[in-house]
């Protein structure tokens, strides 16, 4: 059966440079969700998107902006890298906003 | 502050052996409680959940209690294997309310020893 799907699985960046992350949910699933996990750390909620709109906010930083597109995919935009973003961002997926979470295998994001 | 805890980081358990790992919420508001298993480098993968209506929820070797009036609770696996050996995450939401963002707790990490 067909997962949630995040791109690039790895991805090193210098400080300061840009990185944008991609989640394609389960099929007919309309929402998504982002977390960040650092090292050693729970899943922190980012935000999420329900039928393309944002439906929630979390501890998500002003540098960061994300997208869900007209096919349900989101993207992830991350700006001015900082060495303290370095973690693992995983993208969850559900049908409507209380429906069971699928996530992603997520994507490592090293700063350096 | 942390408003799902799990206080052990580890635990281990013999092969065969019941697992029990715990946690404990603060937020009076989640009625939704979910189990995630993980392994390194992998997403989380859903176990099993349990409505704030139910105390008990059991699907095969694996059940869920849950004491609200403790606001507890735990996920018992009986038997243990060593395929179980993985991080495990508690986690909580408001499922009555507009938003399904999960707070999970840190992780508990069982090994299960052949």
């Known amino acids: 059966a067909a997962g949630v799907i995040q791109s690039p699985r790895h991805l090193i960046k210098e400080k300061r440079e840009t990185a944008t992350l991609k989640c394609y949910p389960i099929?007919?699933?309309?929402?998504v969700y982002w977390y960040q996990q650092g090292p050693g750390q729970d899943p922190q909620f980012l935000i999420s998107?329900?039928?393309?709109?944002?439906?929630d906010k979390g501890s998500i930083p002003d540098r960061f902006s994300a997208q869900q597109f007209s096919d349900y995919h989101s993207e992830l935009n991350m700006s001015s890298l900082e060495l303290g973003d370095s973690a693992l961002y995983f993208c969850?997926?559900?049908?409507?906003?209380?429906?069971?979470?699928?996530f992603g295998s997520g994507t490592r994001l090293t700063v350096v | 502050d942390q408003q799902v805890k799990q206080n052990s980081p580890s635990l281990s358990v013999q092969e065969g052996r019941i697992s029990i790992l715990n946690c404990d919420y603060t937020?009076?508001?989640?009625?939704?409680f979910l189990w995630y298993k993980k392994y390194p480098a992998e997403g989380p993968t859903f176990l099993i959940s349990?409505?704030?209506?139910?105390d008990k929820n059991e699907d095969g070797r694996f059940t869920v209690f849950l004491n609200k009036s403790a606001k507890h609770l735990s996920l018992h696996i009986v038997p243990s294997q060593p395929g179980d050996s993985a991080v495990y995450f508690c986690?909580?939401?408001?499922?009555?309310?507009?938003?399904?963002?999960?707070?999970f707790g840190k992780g508990t990490k069982l090994s299960v020893k052949p």
């Open positions: 969850a997926s559900s049908a409507g906003m209380n429906g069971g979470y699928t």
């Open positions: 099929p007919r699933h309309d929402t």
């Open positions: 998107f329900y039928e393309k709109m944002q439906s």
């Open positions: 937020n009076s508001m989640f009625d939704y």
């Open positions: 349990i409505s704030s209506i139910k």
């Open positions: 986690a909580a939401t408001r499922e009555g309310g507009s938003q399904g963002n999960l707070i």
